[in-house]
């Protein structure tokens, strides 16, 4: 199985801070890499999918990059609403599997 | 718009069984691979089982393999997981999420809003 490790495991910051996040794949999987935003008691929401392609309606301070075995995702300037979980998830090869989480707390 | 709603979680005992559904409206459902994804207290997301469109192709996780079984009624647009001989570690949300495509790449695009199961004595 792939083991996706992301890092940090949390952070803190402020609004209109830029934040990175992490995800490092155990082995290569071309772009196959997708990141969600996680709100407490609700469902995971799709950002960003194959590494760099913003999901219709998700505003453009997200973005992704990276192949092979490292990506990022990165927040330009963090909102309010943007303090939440953040996973990463590859689908190169079945089990898909995520990353195990970025919580990004207000400082 | 979009919906995947979840049912049936519940309380459980050990050894016990159970059948989750997911009702699926605003998209044509037939043409849609489909995913269960669950995530227990507190932790991280665990994908745990894939259905093909016409529900030819099957995967699972292994912790799962043997003990649960996903299906699919495209007719009734819903989804299913039966689990049988449920453990403590089964406790989880579980939620359904679309399979979508890009070139050769897949995501889930869509996901319900889960469905709690505790399996506890």
């Known amino acids: 199985d792939i083991q996706m490790t992301q890092s940090p495991s949390s952070l803190s910051a402020s609004v209109r801070d830029r934040i990175t996040i992490t995800c490092r794949a155990s082995q290569s999987i071309s772009s196959s890499l997708n990141w969600y935003q996680q709100m407490p008691g609700k469902a995971p929401n799709l950002l960003i999918y194959a590494a760099s392609n913003l999901q219709t309606g998700v505003p453009s301070r997200f973005s992704g990059s990276g192949s092979g075995t490292d990506f990022t995702l990165t927040i330009s300037s963090l909102q309010p609403e943007d303090f939440a979980t953040y996973y990463c998830?590859?689908?190169?090869?079945?089990?898909?599997?995520f990353g195990q989480g970025t919580k990004v707390e207000i400082k | 718009e979009v919906q995947l709603v979840e049912s049936g979680g519940d309380l459980v005992q050990p050894g016990g069984s159970l059948r989750l559904s997911c009702a699926a409206s605003g998209f044509t459902f037939r043409t849609y691979s489909m995913n269960w994804v669950r995530q227990a207290p507190g932790k991280g997301l665990e994908w745990v089982s894939y259905?093909?469109?016409?529900?030819?192709?099957?995967y699972y996780v292994d912790s799962v393999k043997g003990r649960f079984t996903i299906s699919r009624d495209n007719a009734r647009n819903s989804l299913y997981l039966q689990m049988n001989s449920l453990r403590d570690e089964d406790t989880a949300v579980y939620y359904c999420?679309?399979?979508?495509?890009?070139?050769?790449?897949?995501?889930?695009?869509?996901w319900g809003q889960g469905t709690l199961v505790t399996v506890s004595s």
């Open positions: 998830q590859q689908t190169y090869s079945a089990p898909w599997t």
């Open positions: 259905v093909s469109s016409s529900g030819n192709t099957i």
């Open positions: 999420a679309r399979h979508n495509t890009h070139g050769s790449t897949t995501y889930f695009d869509y």
